[in-house]
């Protein structure tokens, strides 16, 4: 059996350039791995696909995307498909904005890469992963980024500087393809400073990257998603540099510089948000 760790990730900068002809979305993004993670084991069975999950997470009478991106592997690489079962820990909480579910898929593939063909490169898995998801791409890479395109046409950046992240998701869920069509039925005024963060980033001022962070869905919530700018304000009352809700959300979190006051603001939230974690930056895999 290989095991793998499957890192969620935040997007410190989150920006939407318009609608490509395809339907998908131009994105602009600064995206970040984070030590928050599920697990991910694989080992071969005499035939078939089979995936467990301590969660209800799998969906009913379909292909999963773990089965979706081990055929397209197994394709791209040129050898039939063994029987595998896949077997997933779940720590990442769902739908909320972190990319659980990619980075399990992403986890699963650079487990299938290093047992069936090592030789493969990064970039061919990223482009195997993008034929599932569009977050796959960045997933499998890891570490700190620029996405662009629909998220497939990734910038390495440099890392962001040593710090703690507090995640704090509220009991509700939101719709990401809503969010989507109110982007595209309004006009946009609060673009986050991307070049800014390249330039932090560059100068490892930890500062400066928080003071950039921003998420355009952020302006298009709808009134009975409004409980993430509470979340916000109360990790800023906390000691956070800044905060921001994380992909389409509704996870929200909150940059510190010092672990000491990310715990006591975790601490703080989680007794009316249970669904806080403590988190640090992983760099590239």
């Not at 980075?103 to 290093?114: N, Q, S």
């Not at 006009?187 to 928080?210: K, W």
């Not at 921003?214 to 905060?243: D, H, M, S």
């Amino acid at each position: 059996m290989k095991k793998r760790t499957a890192p969620a990730k935040v997007n410190l900068a989150l920006d939407i350039l318009g609608t490509r002809p395809d339907g998908y979305h131009d994105m602009r993004m600064v995206m970040q791995t984070i030590s928050l993670c599920d697990t991910v084991a694989v080992e071969e069975t005499a035939a078939g696909f089979e995936l467990r999950t301590d969660g209800d997470f799998i969906p009913a009478g379909k292909r999963t995307l773990e089965q979706r991106a081990a055929e397209a592997f197994f394709e791209a690489a040129g050898r039939p498909m063994p029987g595998l079962r896949v077997t997933l820990e779940k720590v990442t909480p769902a739908y909320a904005g972190l990319g659980g579910g990619s980075a399990d898929v992403a986890a699963l593939l650079r487990i299938l890469r290093d047992a069936y063909a090592p030789e493969m490169s990064t970039e061919k898995l990223e482009r195997i992963g993008f034929t599932v998801g569009s977050d796959m791409p960045f997933c499998v890479r890891g570490g700190t980024a620029l996405a662009e395109g629909r998220g497939e046409v990734l910038t390495d950046l440099q890392p962001l500087p040593d710090c703690w992240s507090v995640l704090c998701k509220p009991d509700f869920g939101i719709p990401t393809p809503s969010l989507f069509a109110r982007v595209d039925g309004g006009e946009l005024t609060r673009r986050p400073d991307i070049s800014g963060m390249q330039l932090a980033l560059e100068a490892g001022d930890l500062a400066g990257v928080a003071a950039r962070l921003g998420n355009v869905f952020e302006e298009v919530l709808p009134e009975e998603y409004q409980e993430v700018f509470t979340i916000k304000n109360r990790l800023l009352e906390l000691g956070a540099l800044n905060a921001a809700m994380s992909g389409s959300g509704p996870t929200v979190f909150g940059i510190f510089a010092e672990q000491a006051a990310a715990r006591r603001a975790a601490a703080v939230l989680k007794e009316t948000y249970r669904q806080t974690y403590l988190a640090a930056p992983v760099k590239k895999f």
